[in-house]
């Protein structure tokens, strides 16, 4: 098995992957009538941030998803350090051939 081959295997068994990160905050509901954001609690909620076009972006997680999304966080930082491994092993190589 070749390195590229051996590199694409990598990768395919960690999809999906996501960049980013994800944070409980406190939001109210909007509804006059709660109680609990009447008392000043508010309800839990998660939120995905991430950066596009270098402007910070954030949507709203469902809690079904969350574990999901915290595993495809997981993923992605598990490949940007394979891809700085990569880049480490493309140096150390061409310091060799000199």
Not at 13 to 36: D, N, T
Not at 77 to 85: S, W
């Given at each position: 098995?070749?390195?590229?081959?051996?590199?694409?295997?990598?990768?395919?068994?960690?999809f999906?992957?996501?960049?980013?990160?994800?944070?409980?905050?406190?939001?109210?509901?909007?509804?006059?009538?709660?109680?609990?954001?009447?008392?000043?609690?508010?309800?839990?909620?998660?939120?995905?941030?991430?950066?596009?076009?270098?402007?910070?972006?954030?949507?709203?997680?469902?809690?079904?998803?969350?574990?999901?999304?915290?595993?495809?966080?997981?993923n992605?930082?598990?490949?940007?350090?394979?891809?700085?491994?990569?880049?480490?092993?493309?140096?150390?190589?061409?310091?060799?051939?000199?």
């Amino acid at each position: 098995m070749t390195d590229k081959e051996k590199w694409v295997e990598k990768i395919t068994k960690l999809f999906p992957a996501a960049k980013g990160s994800v944070r409980e905050v406190k939001k109210g509901c909007g509804y006059a009538s709660c109680k609990r954001c009447a008392s000043g609690e508010k309800h839990q909620a998660y939120l995905f941030t991430y950066y596009q076009n270098g402007k910070q972006k954030s949507h709203h997680v469902p809690k079904p998803k969350l574990a999901a999304i915290q595993q495809a966080l997981e993923n992605g930082r598990e490949i940007e350090r394979l891809m700085v491994e990569q880049a480490l092993t493309l140096i150390k190589t061409d310091r060799k051939k000199k």
